[in-house]
C-alpha cells in the first residue's frame, strides 16, 4: 500500500524521528513496530483521505473501545491468526499437537475450585437441559494422563458468565477437574447458550459498520494442563447452534464438535441420578508432548485475578 506521498521524503524521515531511528536509546524491534504501524496509518490516512474529522472521531472511537478490545482481538480475527501460526510453527518443528488449539476469549476466571474425577459445574439456578460431559485425557501415544487437570468454563442459558454477570454466584460454570487414574474427568452442567457482543458496545457498532455480526455459538471452554504435556486451550461447540460455522471470534474447528446425544431413555436418566431427559458428551483430550517446562504453562496473558 505504498503511497506516493508517505514514500516521499520529508514523511518518510518524520516517520524515522517519530520511530526513535535518529537517536540513540529505546529497543531496535519497537523502533521498527513503531516505524511501521505509524507508516500504515499515515498510508490509510492518504489512500483513502480520511478527513481530519474522520480521524479524530476513530481515535476518539479507540479510547471509548478500551474496555472492550479484549473482544475487537477475537472479532477482528487476529486470536484467531495467533492459533494460525501457533499451528504453523508446531508443523514446522514436527510437534504432535494433538486436540487442535482454539481461543481463550477474555472471559476466563483463575482459581475455580478444584474436584479430582467429576464436578458439578451450575448451582441449580439455571433450569437449562442438563448437560453430562464425559472423557478421557490421553498423551499422542494413546496413554492415559492421571492427574491432568481440566479446567472448564462456560456460559448460562442467557449467555452470560459468572464473574462477568455479577447476578451470577462464584465460579459458576467454572470448575477445575483432576482426571483420575485412568484419566477420565466428567461433569455435570447446564447446556450453555451462544452468546452476541455487548448490544451498543464499540464491538458490535464497528462489526455492524462493516455489516458482520457478533454472534457466537454455544461453546464450553478448556485448559487442559499436566506436567510433561503441552498447555492446551481449546473449545468445544455445541453441534447444531445456528452459528456452528459463523462465529464472530472464528473459533469453531471440525475436530471440535464432538455429538450431543440426547438420553431420553428412562433407565440411562435414573442411572445419571436424573430425572428429566440430557444431554451428553463424550469428548477426549489428547495432550502434546512438552518440549520445555515453558510449554507446559499457560500463557503469560493478562486475566482477571482469582476471586479472593
Ligand atoms: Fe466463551
Redesign the pocket.
Given at each position: 500500500m505504498a503511497s506516493e506521498l508517505v514514500q516521499s521524503a520529508e514523511v518518510q524521515q518524520l516517520l524515522d524521528r517519530v520511530a526513535g531511528l535518529d537517536v540513540a536509546g529505546g529497543d531496535p524491534r519497537k523502533k521498527a513496530i513503531m516505524r511501521r504501524i505509524v507508516g500504515e496509518i499515515f498510508a490509510i490516512i492518504d489512500e483513502f483521505d480520511v478527513s481530519e474529522d474522520e480521524f479524530w472521531h476513530a481515535l476518539n472511537f479507540l479510547v471509548a473501545g478500551a474496555p472492550e478490545l479484549g473482544l475487537w482481538a477475537p472479532g477482528l480475527g487476529i486470536e484467531r491468526f495467533l492459533d494460525i501460526r501457533s499451528d504453523l510453527a508446531d508443523k514446522a518443528r514436527g510437534v504432535e499437537q494433538g486436540t487442535p488449539r482454539t481461543i481463550e476469549?477474555p472471559?476466563y476466571v483463575p482459581g475455580a475450585p478444584l474436584a479430582k474425577g467429576e464436578a458439578r459445574l451450575d448451582d441449580g439456578s439455571d433450569k437449562g437441559e442438563v448437560l453430562v460431559m464425559h472423557g478421557q485425557v490421553r498423551d499422542t501415544e494413546g496413554k492415559p494422563v492421571a492427574g491432568a487437570i481440566v479446567d472448564v468454563w462456560?456460559?448460562n442459558t442467557k449467555g452470560n458468565?459468572s464473574y462477568f454477570d455479577p447476578s451470577q454466584s462464584a465460579y459458576n460454570y467454572r470448575r477445575r477437574i483432576e482426571t483420575d487414574a485412568e484419566g477420565r474427568y466428567r461433569f455435570r452442567s447446564i447446556v450453555p447458550s451462544g452468546y452476541a457482543v455487548p448490544p451498543g458496545g464499540t464491538t458490535e457498532r464497528m462489526l455492524h459498520a462493516i455489516g458482520r455480526h457478533g454472534n457466537?455459538p454455544a461453546?464450553v471452554?478448556f485448559f487442559v494442563s499436566a506436567p510433561g504435556h503441552r498447555h492446551l486451550t481449546t473449545q468445544i461447540n455445541i453441534a447444531g447452534d445456528p452459528f456452528l460455522h459463523d462465529d464472530f471470534a472464528y473459533a469453531t474447528r471440525d475436530e471440535l464438535i464432538p455429538d450431543v446425544t440426547r438420553q431420553e431413555d428412562p433407565a440411562a436418566i435414573h442411572a445419571a441420578g436424573l430425572n428429566e431427559p440430557y444431554s451428553e458428551i463424550a469428548f477426549d483430550f489428547v495432550l502434546g508432548k512438552a518440549g520445555s517446562e515453558a510449554e507446559e504453562g499457560l500463557s503469560t496473558r493478562p486475566r482477571v485475578a482469582a476471586i479472593a
Open positions: 476469549g472471559l462456560h456460559a458468565y457466537r461453546h471452554h
